[in-house]
């Protein structure tokens, strides 16, 4: 078999697990799926895939397993069955989790003979399968470098180290920034939209101006791991006075100000903690020690 074309079996074929699942056949990847409900693998196997009716069938008859399941609840739930037929094998878990469930995995899985990877999908479904787009993994660097090609096959595969829980670590910290700046984004349409401006239209400035907060950020990540802030570009003094601004355009607007409440809110606990003169990225020393400040 060429080495480029590793066999791999798929535990659980939800939307993301059959994404999954086909990203792997479309790079020619020898593919053996599972699913609680086997009519959920009709499309796949009609595409090549091998239908396993068992999972312990389905680890058998690959070196690598890929699991993707609703929780890690249902991951186990699976897996203890068919434990022994993963000495000797891969296993990597694409089941979203947190830190600590990712190294009660992987304690598992050495204690039945697995080599254990722990990995975070940074998309929805139809991405899988972009260069593009992100996979986190963590934990066995053995199971990384072994099957990079079939990891590749899903997205671009980033190695984080060898903490099994650094994986679901950043997944949860990437996430968090996506629903702030979403949330952002939606409260600053509605506040448009209220003087009748389309999305669509606001939508292309919004952009242009993340592209010059993502300067904002290379700048305060130094600052951040210094723990010094320099407030040469505009101090929370400054960023305080300027939400005010947000918070009474909205409210004359009749919109809900919850986010930007909390926003201020922050600020004013890093004013009060002695950095009313600092940079935003200050805003972090609250952020770490909530009791401190109160």
């Excluded at 999954?20 to 053996?32: E, N, V």
């Excluded at 004013?268 to 770490?288: K, M, T």
Aim: one cysteine or more; proline letters at 5%; hydrophobic letters at 45%.
């Amino acid at each position: 078999m060429n080495a480029d074309r590793q066999a791999v079996s798929v535990v659980g074929l939800g939307s993301m697990g059959s994404a999954l699942a086909a990203a792997l056949l479309d790079h020619g990847h020898p593919t053996t799926v599972w699913n609680r409900s086997a009519e959920k693998a009709r499309p796949l196997v009609g595409r090549g895939a091998v239908l396993a009716a068992t999972p312990q069938e389905a680890v058998a008859a690959s070196p690598l397993t890929v699991a993707c399941v609703l929780d890690c609840q249902a991951l186990r739930a699976v897996l203890d069955p068919v434990a022994g037929s993963l000495r000797g094998k891969a296993l990597v878990n694409l089941t979203s989790g947190t830190p600590e469930q990712a190294d009660e995995t992987l304690t598992w899985a050495r204690s039945h003979g697995a080599d254990y990877l722990d990995g975070a999908v940074m998309t929805t479904p139809p991405g899988v399968g972009s260069p593009e787009v992100m996979f986190l993994y963590s934990g066995s660097r053995a199971v990384f470098d072994t099957y990079r090609p079939a990891l590749a096959a899903l997205g671009d595969p980033l190695y984080l180290g060898a903490d099994a829980g650094t994986a679901s670590l950043h997944d949860a910290a990437l996430l968090g920034l996506m629903w702030s700046t979403m949330t952002g984004w939606l409260h600053g349409t509605a506040l448009v939209g209220a003087e009748k401006t389309p999305a669509t239209a606001f939508t292309p400035l919004a952009l242009r101006w993340l592209s010059t907060v993502s300067g904002f950020l290379s700048t305060y990540a130094s600052q951040v791991d210094a723990g010094h802030y320099p407030g040469d570009d505009a101090t929370v003094d400054v960023q305080i006075a300027a939400v005010d601004h947000l918070i009474h355009a909205a409210a004359a607007r009749g919109l809900d100000n919850g986010l930007p409440e909390l926003l201020k809110a922050t600020m004013e606990r890093a004013r009060a903690a002695g950095h009313r003169s600092d940079s935003y990225a200050s805003v972090i020393e609250v952020l770490r020690n909530p009791a401190d400040d109160r």
